[in-house]
């Protein structure tokens, strides 16, 4: 079961559509596939829900959000499994075989359970109260770890656009993490910015495995690997980003990150859809042909990586 986080502090930069779509696609080849919303805006579970189906059916005990809840610290970790939707829209749309989407949804009051994570935390007392630290930032971890290990072939966690508590636990929970990002100035930017945020939290983590190497059980240290930066909402002309956008994708890859080649042109007449049809682009009926191309070889490029993830 390999973990992946779609994490980018930058609000709107596609990290919840990439999700949606690399899921269904991955999905619709016959892998079983869960995603995990931990978003307050819950655009992903909205993606596959109607509100008002979220509303009678999962909002009051079926949420990321009430299983935080569950948790005690010092008893047994409350299990994910109750929580998985499957949604029927895009499920149908997957091929019969043995492909399955999952989702656990997400809760527009999700942002309570962030701010009393950050208080167990304690601010800057944090390093002081190890079991706190650990409790809250693996605790997502600990969850998945509750499913079977052959349950899925993928987890993609999808993150709110900051890089606090739930930011940092998805990211600990994660084997490898995937960063959209508009090919911008403000992005560009923010790429840099994020980058130095996660060495940051990794080192910080890192720091206080080794002085606690006592801990029982043994906490392991978080290596997790970039597969890269993924531009969307690109502006094409004649079939190339357009020369404007190209100083922004040439800077992320002098910051050292691994690129994709791949990338997802702008399109919302496509992309705004999504919603209203419970279905990720890349499986609907209005892709065209370009479009259904591009995102065909994003999610192979992706998978591509995940086997063998650049240095
Ligand atoms: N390639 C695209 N072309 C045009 N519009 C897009 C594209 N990808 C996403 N969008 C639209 O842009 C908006 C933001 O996208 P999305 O929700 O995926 O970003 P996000 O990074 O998850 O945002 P947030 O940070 O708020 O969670 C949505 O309305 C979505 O439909
Ligand atoms: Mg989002």
Same mark, same amino acid.
């Given at each position: 079961?390999?973990?992946?986080?779609?994490?980018?502090?930058?609000?709107?930069?596609?990290?919840?559509?990439?999700?949606?779509?690399?899921?269904?696609?991955?999905?619709?080849?016959?892998?079983?596939?869960?995603?995990?919303?931990?978003?307050?805006?819950?655009?992903?579970?909205?993606?596959?829900?109607?509100?008002?189906?979220?509303?009678?059916?999962?909002?009051?005990?079926?949420?990321?959000?009430?299983?935080?809840?569950?948790?005690?610290?010092?008893?047994?970790?409350?299990?994910?499994?109750?929580?998985?939707?499957?949604?029927?829209?895009?499920?149908?749309?997957?091929?019969?075989?043995?492909?399955?989407?999952?989702?656990?949804?997400?809760?527009?009051?999700?942002?309570?359970?962030?701010?009393?994570?950050?208080?167990?935390?304690?601010?800057?007392?944090?390093?002081?109260?190890?079991?706190?630290?650990?409790?809250?930032?693996?605790?997502?971890?600990?969850?998945?770890?509750?499913?079977?290990?052959?349950?899925?072939?993928?987890?993609?966690?999808?993150?709110?656009?900051?890089?606090?508590?739930?930011?940092?636990? $998805?990211? =600990? *929970?994660?084997? !490898? &993490?995937?960063?959209?990002?508009?090919?911008?100035?403000?992005?560009? %930017?923010?790429? /840099?910015?994020?980058?130095?945020?996660?060495?940051?939290?990794?080192?910080?983590?890192?720091?206080?495995?080794?002085?606690?190497?006592?801990?029982?059980?043994?906490?392991?240290?978080?290596?997790?690997?970039?597969?890269?930066?993924?531009?969307?909402?690109?502006?094409?002309?004649?079939?190339?980003?357009?020369?404007?956008?190209?100083?922004?994708?040439?800077?992320?890859?002098?910051?050292?990150?691994?690129?994709?080649?791949?990338?997802?042109?702008?399109?919302?007449?496509?992309? $705004?859809? =999504? *919603?209203?049809? !419970? &279905?990720?682009?890349?499986?609907?009926?209005?892709?065209?042909?370009? %479009?259904?191309? /591009?995102?065909?070889?994003?999610?192979?490029?992706?998978?591509?990586?995940?086997?063998?993830?650049?240095?």
């Amino acid at each position: 079961m390999r973990v992946i986080s779609i994490v980018n502090y930058k609000g709107g930069v596609g990290k919840t559509t990439l999700t949606a779509n690399i899921g269904a696609q991955i999905a619709a080849w016959g892998k079983r596939v869960l995603l995990l919303d931990l978003d307050p805006q819950a655009s992903l579970t909205f993606s596959f829900y109607r509100p008002e189906q979220w509303r009678a059916a999962l909002a009051d005990n079926r949420t990321i959000k009430q299983w935080f809840e569950a948790w005690r610290m010092d008893g047994p970790v409350p299990p994910f499994a109750p929580l998985i939707t499957s949604p029927a829209v895009v499920n149908s749309r997957i091929a019969q075989g043995s492909g399955a989407l999952d989702l656990i949804a997400s809760h527009l009051s999700l942002g309570d359970v962030e701010m009393n994570l950050a208080a167990r935390l304690g601010g800057a007392q944090a390093h002081r109260s190890t079991r706190h630290y650990f409790d809250v930032y693996l605790r997502l971890a600990a969850g998945l770890a509750t499913l079977p290990s052959t349950a899925y072939d993928l987890v993609l966690l999808d993150c709110p656009p900051n890089f606090g508590v739930i930011t940092r636990a $998805a990211v =600990a *929970a994660s084997d !490898q &993490l995937l960063i959209p990002a508009r090919p911008d100035e403000l992005s560009t %930017l923010g790429i /840099e910015h994020l980058q130095s945020r996660l060495r940051r939290f990794i080192w910080e983590f890192n720091r206080i495995v080794d002085l606690q190497s006592d801990l029982h059980p043994a906490v392991k240290k978080l290596e997790p690997i970039i597969l890269g930066v993924v531009f969307t909402m690109v502006q094409y002309y004649s079939g190339k980003p357009i020369a404007a956008l190209r100083p922004y994708i040439a800077q992320t890859r002098q910051l050292g990150l691994p690129v994709f080649e791949a990338m997802v042109r702008e399109s919302n007449h496509h992309f $705004a859809g =999504a *919603a209203r049809t !419970q &279905l990720p682009v890349i499986l609907s009926d209005q892709v065209t042909p370009a %479009l259904a191309w /591009e995102l065909h070889r994003l999610v192979e490029e992706f998978l591509k990586r995940i086997r063998t993830p650049a240095p």
